[in-house]
C-alpha cells in the first residue's frame, strides 16, 4: 500500500511514528480482536505493596457487601447529600462541568471547601458500624482548574500540542493540580490521551495531536506534574492531584468523527495509533483510567472485557481502579443507567452514574447477592480503590480544608502561574500566512481591532470553561484574565500607539492595520461534532466583514479561534496575515506577544507553534492523516511561518472545492444540547427575563426553573418546570435578527422534540416574534395532552403556521417561545428549522 506524504515541514515525525503509521495503514481496518495482538507490558513505577496489600485484605474482611458496593458508586455532587454518602458508604464522588457547591458559578474556595469537608465528615462516620473509608472527588480539570471563577485558564489540548513542548506541558500539570488543591480536591479527570483521526469531533480540541508520537511523548510529562514523581516526597502530596488517562481506548477515532460513536480500525492500529499515550502514562505511575463511551467495531468499550480486563489491566499491567464515565455503562447492550452488571464484570471498577445512583447501588448488590456479580469481581474492584486512596495518602491526611494549599490565598490564577499560561499561548500559536511581512505590528500605529472573539474571553477560553459548554460566560467572570483585545490595547498603548475596538467592524474609522479576532463559539462534546470542516457555512459573516475593512485599504491580520483545523481558505486569501490561535484560554496577552512587535519593527517574539494537526484543502477532509490514503492536507504536520524564515505563505487558494454548502442550509440548529451561538436561554416570568448560566436557572421569584436533563447523552435537553400557577415563558433569543423566509417559501418546518414530564393546568402556546408588537403563535396544549403517559417525541409545525407573511419572517428576532399559563412540566430538545418536511401538527394556517 502506498502512502505518500506532503509535508511543509516534518518537524515532530519521527522515523519510528512513519513505521507505526506504514503498519496501521496495511492493516486490516476490519479486523476482529481475537488476542493474537501483543500489547505493550509496561512497568509502572509506583510498585505493589505487600503491607499496604495486606492493610487492603484487613479492610475487606471487615466491610460489607453493603459498603462494598457503595465503593465502586459514583453520584454527582447535586443529587446526593453527605448523609447519603455516610448511608451508602459512599467511595468517590464527582461534579460535573459547570456544577459547583450550591450551583453557585462564583463559589469561592472556601465553599467549595466546605462542601468537601461535609462529604469527607459524613464517609469517616463510623456510628453504623461500618469503616472509615475516606471519600475522594473527582473533577473535570481539562485545561487548569477551570470550574473556579478566576483559575488560571491553559490553551486547550489541540494548542498544547502546537506547542511541541513536553517539558512546558509538565508545568501546566503542576500549576492546574495546585489550583485544584486550593479548593480541596484531589482528583482530576485528565489527561485526555485521544488521537484524534477525524477532525468533524466535537472533542478534538481535547487531543494533542492526530499524531501518537507527539501524545506520547505528553502523556507522562502531564501526569508528572498533576501527581507528582514517583519515588519522590512531592508524589500525591499536598501539592498534587491524582491524574486519569482518558478514555480509554479509541474515543478519537470513531467513524464519521461522531462522538460516542464507533471506531472501526484493526486491534494493531487501535494499539499503535490510539494506545500511543498510556504507555507513558503508565510509565509515569497514573493511578486511574477511564473508559471510553465509544466502541471499537461495534462493541462499547464499557462492556469490553478483553479491552479493560485483558489488556489495560492484563498486558499493559495498570494496577489502578477504572473509572467508567458519565452513565456511559447504561450503553453497554442489555444495560441501563441502573442496572449493568455486564460493564463491572467487564472490568470496570467505578460506575459514574450522576443522578440515578441509588438505583444502581440496589442493583448492583442484589446482582453480587445473586452471584451475577461475583465476590471476587467486586473485592479486585475494591482493592483497586482502597490502593488508589492508601497510595494518595487520603487514609492519612485530615479532612479536605486542612490539607496541603486548601483555602491558600494568592495561588489560584496568581502572576507567576499566569506567565506559565501566557507562555504557552505564545508558543501555540501558528502563523500560516504573513503576506508582506505585515507582522509584526510596530506599536505605535492605529490598529483596529474587529471581530466577536477580539474582547471575549468566554469564547477565547472554548468549552470546558466554568460551564461544561463554556457558554454563558463575561469577561467579569475571568478576573485577572485578559482577552486579545486586552493584550494588544497593553503593548500598543506603552508605545504611543492607539487601539480602536469595533466588534462588529462596521465602523469607518481610520487604522494603519486591522486585528481580527473571530471563530468558532464555545461547546463541548457532541455538542460541538459538525457535518464538515467548513467554516460558517452558507453564511460568510467574518469573511464579509474581513473583504469589507481590506476594500477600505487596512491591511487585516486574522486572529483565528478554533477546536480543531478548518476549512477556511476564503478567509486565509482575504487575509493579509492568518494566524491559527487554537483556544488560548485566559492569557490573550500571549497572542499580543507575537503579534505586536517593538517599536523598530523587530519581534518581542517569534512564532514557535507547529501544526500538530493537518489542516484540510477541502470541507469534506475530515479524516486527514498521514497513515491514511490519499493523504493530501493544505498544511501538513508541523507546518507552520516564523518571522526568522521570513515565509509569506500561500495565496490564491483554491475556493470553489468539493463540500462547500452552496444555497440554503439544511438544517438551522438553535438549539442541539445548548443553545448554539449567537442564542441564548431565557427564562421568563412577569417580564423578568434569567438566562441560563451553566446547567441550571430559576427567576429571581423562584416560580420556575430550567435545567439540563439528559435524553440520549449527557445534558442534551432542558427541563422546564412551570410551578405554583403562574405564566411563564423560555425562550431561544438574543441573536438579533433571523430570516426564515426562505424557509417558509419551501415549505419549512419547525422541528424540535417534546416530553411531557407533567400535564399542563392551562394553555401553553409556542411563539416566534419578530420585533415588539410582532409576532403569532400556535396553541399546543390539546396536542400535548395527547402525549400523556407518552416518551419524547417529535413535533413539526410548517412555519406557515406562524405567519403567512413571509416578510415578517425575514425579520424574526425570536425563534422559539414556549410559554405556559400554569403548572407545567416540559422537556425541549433538539430545536431547529428545516427547509421541508411534514408536520405533525395541523393549524389553522395550512
Request: charged share 25%; proline share 5%; glycine share 12%.
Amino acid at each position: 500500500m502506498k502512502v505518500t506524504l506532503h509535508m511543509h515541514r516534518t518537524a515532530g515525525l519521527s522515523l519510528a511514528l512513519m513505521t507505526a503509521l506504514m503498519v496501521a495503514a496495511c492493516a486490516d481496518e476490519k479486523a476482529e480482536d481475537t488476542g493474537a495482538v501483543t500489547w505493550p507490558h509496561i512497568e509502572s513505577p509506583v510498585k505493589i505493596d505487600a503491607n499496604m496489600e495486606a492493610r487492603i485484605d484487613d479492610m475487606l474482611s471487615r466491610m460489607s457487601v453493603e459498603e462494598k458496593v457503595g465503593q465502586v458508586i459514583q453520584p454527582e455532587i447535586q443529587y446526593i447529600t453527605p448523609e447519603e454518602v455516610k448511608r451508602y458508604h459512599i467511595g468517590t464522588i464527582l461534579n460535573g462541568g459547570g456544577s459547583l457547591p450550591n450551583r453557585n458559578k462564583y463559589a469561592t474556595p472556601a465553599e467549595w471547601l466546605k462542601m468537601a469537608d461535609s462529604f469527607y465528615d459524613a464517609s469517616m462516620d463510623t456510628s453504623d458500624g461500618g469503616l472509615a473509608v475516606p471519600i475522594l472527588w473527582g473533577s473535570d480539570a481539562v485545561h487548569g482548574h477551570n470550574n473556579v471563577i478566576g483559575a488560571t485558564i491553559f490553551p486547550h489540548n489541540i494548542g498544547l500540542g502546537a506547542m511541541h513542548d513536553p517539558a512546558l506541558m509538565r508545568k501546566v500539570g503542576e500549576i492546574t493540580a495546585r489550583e485544584m488543591r486550593v479548593t480541596g480536591i484531589d482528583w482530576t479527570f485528565a489527561p485526555t490521551l485521544a488521537v484524534v483521526q477525524n477532525d468533524r469531533w466535537g472533542r478534538t480540541y481535547e487531543s494533542y495531536s492526530e499524531d501518537p508520537a507527539l501524545v506520547k511523548s505528553y502523556a507522562g510529562e502531564v501526569v508528572y506534574g498533576l501527581q507528582g514523581v514517583p519515588g519522590t516526597a512531592e508524589f500525591l502530596d499536598g501539592n498534587h492531584v491524582i491524574a486519569t488517562a482518558k478514555h480509554f481506548v479509541g474515543d478519537g477515532g470513531t467513524k464519521d468523527g461522531d462522538d460516542q460513536g464507533d471506531t472501526q480500525v484493526s486491534e494493531e492500529e487501535l494499539r499503535d495509533i490510539h494506545a500511543a499515550g498510556y504507555v507513558t502514562a503508565i510509565e509515569a505511575g497514573v493511578q486511574t483510567a477511564m473508559t471510553s463511551f465509544s466502541s471499537w467495531n461495534g462493541e462499547k468499550v464499557h462492556g469490553h472485557r478483553y479491552l479493560i480486563t485483558d489488556v489495560l489491566k492484563g498486558q499493559m499491567g495498570f494496577d489502578g481502579p477504572v473509572v467508567s464515565d458519565w452513565n456511559a455503562h447504561g450503553q453497554v447492550k442489555g444495560c441501563t443507567n441502573v442496572s449493568c452488571a455486564q460493564s463491572f464484570n467487564a472490568g470496570v471498577d467505578i460506575l459514574m452514574v450522576p443522578q440515578d445512583w441509588r438505583g444502581l447501588w440496589e442493583n448492583t448488590l442484589a446482582q453480587v447477592k445473586s452471584g451475577e456479580i461475583s465476590t471476587e469481581r467486586l473485592d479486585e474492584a475494591v482493592r483497586r480503590i482502597l490502593r488508589m486512596k492508601l497510595r494518595s495518602g487520603l487514609f492519612d491526611k485530615p479532612k479536605p480544608s486542612e490539607r496541603g494549599l486548601a483555602g491558600a490565598s494568592g495561588v489560584i490564577g496568581s502572576d507567576a502561574h499566569r506567565d506559565v499560561a501566557r507562555q504557552a499561548v505564545r508558543q501555540s500559536l501558528v502563523l500560516i500566512k504573513n503576506k508582506g511581512h505585515v507582522l509584526p505590528i510596530r506599536p505605535n500605529m492605529t490598529v483596529l481591532m474587529v471581530g466577536d472573539g477580539a474582547d471575549n474571553i468566554g469564547k477565547q477560553a472554548g468549552g470546558w470553561t466554568i460551564s461544561w459548554q463554556g457558554t454563558g460566560n463575561e469577561n467579569s467572570d475571568f478576573p485577572g484574565g485578559q482577552s486579545v483585545y486586552d493584550g494588544v490595547r497593553a503593548a500598543v498603548e506603552a508605545a504611543g500607539g492607539t487601539v480602536i475596538l469595533d466588534a462588529d467592524g462596521t465602523s469607518d474609522a481610520e487604522a494603519d492595520v486591522a486585528i481580527a479576532v473571530f471563530g468558532e463559539d464555545p461547546y463541548a462534546e457532541f455538542q460541538g461534532d459538525l457535518e464538515t470542516l467548513e467554516y460558517e457555512p452558507g453564511r460568510k459573516t467574518d469573511l464579509e466583514m474581513i473583504k469589507a475593512i481590506k476594500a477600505r485599504g487596512i491591511p487585516v491580520v486574522s486572529v483565528f479561534l478554533s477546536g480543531r483545523p478548518m476549512w477556511t481558505s476564503p478567509e486565509i486569501n482575504a487575509s493579509d496575515a492568518f494566524v491559527a490561535a487554537w483556544l488560548p484560554g485566559s492569557e490573550g496577552e500571549g497572542i499580543a506577544d507575537v503579534l505586536i512587535g517593538k517599536p523598530d519593527g523587530t519581534p518581542r517574539h517569534d512564532f514557535t507553534g507547529r501544526l500538530s494537526f493537518s489542516w484540510p484543502k477541502t470541507p469534506v477532509q475530515d479524516v486527514l492523516n498521514p497513515h491514511h490514503a490519499n493523504y493530501d492536507p493544505l498544511f501538513g504536520l508541523g507546518y507552520g511561518l516564523d518571522y526568522a524564515g521570513g515565509g509569506e505563505g500561500p495565496d490564491a487558494l483554491p475556493e470553489d472545492v468539493d463540500g462547500v454548502q452552496k444555497g440554503l442550509r439544511e438544517d438551522l440548529t438553535l438549539y442541539h444540547g445548548r443553545a448554539l451561538e449567537p442564542w441564548r436561554l431565557y427564562i421568563t416570568t412577569d417580564g423578568t427575563a434569567q438566562i441560563m448560566s451553566g446547567p441550571y436557572a430559576q427567576t429571581p421569584d423562584g416560580e420556575m426553573t430550567m435545567r439540563t436533563a439528559d435524553k440520549d447523552v449527557q445534558e442534551d435537553a432542558l427541563l422546564i418546570d412551570w410551578k405554583g400557577g403562574k405564566a411563564g415563558s423560555m425562550s431561544i433569543d438574543g441573536g438579533g435578527s433571523l430570516d426564515l423566509s426562505p424557509y417558509a417559501e419551501t415549505g419549512g418546518i419547525l422541528s424540535f422534540e417534546l416530553k411531557l414530564d407533567k400535564v399542563p393546568a392551562g394553555e401553553v402556546n409556542l411563539s416566534m416574534t419578530c420585533g415588539e408588537g410582532c409576532g403569532s403563535s400556535v396553541r399546543l396544549t390539546d396536542h400535548l395532552r395527547a402525549l400523556v403517559g407518552q416518551d419524547w417525541q417529535k413535533v413539526a409545525i410548517k412555519l406557515a403556521c406562524f405567519e403567512r407573511d413571509t416578510a415578517k419572517l425575514a425579520d424574526t428576532t425570536t425563534p422559539f417561545i414556549l410559554a405556559s399559563e400554569g403548572e407545567a412540566e416540559i422537556s425541549v430538545a433538539h430545536v431547529r428549522v428545516l427547509p421541508r418536511g411534514s408536520a405533525a401538527f395541523t393549524c389553522a394556517a395550512e
